[in-house]
């Protein structure tokens, strides 16, 4: 087992000119999954997956959930080194949450075109824009945009967040457009600025082909995971009424796993990213999960391979850093968003 790249080593992602080959040579069978918790326990790591990324990372790793959830675990793991099988913005919240932890990322090119939708100084001319306006990012995005942020919030706790803000408190909410759109929806409020942002994934999630895919499948449920931003679209959708209310239901992973397993309906449309997908289906394997897209894959979250994980384990690769000011301005931000946030609640 070797890993092999011809790419560069890069801090964070999704840069213009990166190389963003994975590393590859390197095959996820039963001697790799042996060698990857050998040096786990070797090393006092606990491993944690995404629910996006590839099934054989999903299936090696201690646990497996959304950004939230694992920057839970990892804040009150007794491991002392955090390997997050993620993107960038990911392992940098877990690192802001266990600062005294070694926290490692397999691939730090693994990155979030949502989160590289606003830069901190970016952020900062909106901000001399608005004066006394609040500011309420969503997870997606950098330590140096968290730092900068008065509430950070999940796409589950996003309208609870805003609506306890004072009303006449203007409001600053990045970097998701779409999810940006739901919260003014849901609350009404007319003094809520949003940021142009998207992830790129939305392209495979739009709203002709998830009204089409519903009409053509008609006794189908329509399940939307709301956490990344690739379904904040469908989300956006489903409150416009694009598909029919009663087939629409918005869940967590928990949630979506409890109701896969508790579904009368024969098959189910998943409007998130394909990575779900091997969840659900082991779940409920006999029921017909489809995704809304299968091209709404997202290319970061598969950055993390086999190779790149036996990498990250044998070399200690790649560190993820966050200045410590950064870090302790950001953590703020970041505990009122797990305070507000409802643990299996959505996120
Ligand atoms: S699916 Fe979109 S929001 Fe999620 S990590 Fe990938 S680029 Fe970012």
């Not at 990324?53 to 939230?68: F, K, M, N, R």
């Not at 929806?185 to 998207?198: D, F, M, P, S, Y």
């Not at 994934?201 to 449920?221: F, K, Q, S, T, Y």
């Not at 990213?273 to 017909?288: I, S, W, Y």
Request: glycine share 8%; hydrophobic share 40%.
């Amino acid at each position: 087992m070797t890993a092999s790249s011809t790419a560069a080593a890069h801090d964070t992602a999704a840069e213009p000119g990166v190389d963003l080959t994975p590393f590859g040579g390197v095959v996820g069978d039963q001697a790799w999954r042996e060698e990857i918790l050998r040096l786990a326990a070797e090393q006092d790591a606990v491993v944690l997956a995404h629910n996006y990324q590839l099934p054989e990372i999903q299936d090696v790793a201690h646990h497996t959930g959304d950004s939230l959830a694992l920057s839970r675990i990892a804040a009150e793991s007794t491991a002392s080194t955090i390997v997050f099988c993620g993107v960038h913005f990911m392992a940098e919240t877990a690192k802001i949450l266990s600062p005294d932890k070694r926290v490692l990322i397999p691939d730090e090119r693994a990155g979030c075109s949502l989160a590289d939708s606003i830069t901190a100084d970016q952020l900062r001319a909106w901000k001399a824009e608005h004066p006394g306006a609040v500011v309420v990012s969503y997870v997606n995005t950098t330590a140096a945009v968290k730092a900068e942020t008065d509430i950070c919030c999940t796409s589950s706790n996003a309208v609870d967040v805003v609506r306890s803000i004072p009303a006449d408190r203007e409001v600053l909410f990045l970097p998701d457009q779409f999810l940006g759109a739901h919260v003014q929806r849901e609350t009404g409020r007319e003094n809520l600025h949003v940021w142009a942002g998207e992830c790129h994934v939305h392209a495979g999630i739009n709203g002709a082909e998830l009204a089409e895919r519903a009409a053509a499948a008609p006794d189908a449920e329509l399940f939307i995971h709301p956490e990344c931003g690739c379904a904040t679209s469908a989300l956006y959708l489903a409150g416009e009424g694009g598909v029919p209310a009663e087939k629409v239901r918005i869940l967590s992973t928990g949630g979506m796993l409890d109701a896969a397993r508790g579904t009368s309906a024969s098959s189910v449309l998943v409007a998130t990213e394909v990575g779900m997908l091997h969840q659900l289906r082991q779940a409920a394997p006999n029921v017909d999960f489809r995704a809304v897209n299968d091209r709404a894959s997202c290319r970061y979250m598969k950055m993390i391979t086999p190779a790149a994980l036996l990498r990250c384990l044998r070399e200690g690769l790649d560190e993820v850093h966050v200045d410590p000011d950064t870090a302790s301005q950001a953590r703020s931000a970041v505990r009122r968003m797990i305070e507000i946030g409802r643990p299996g609640g959505g996120e």
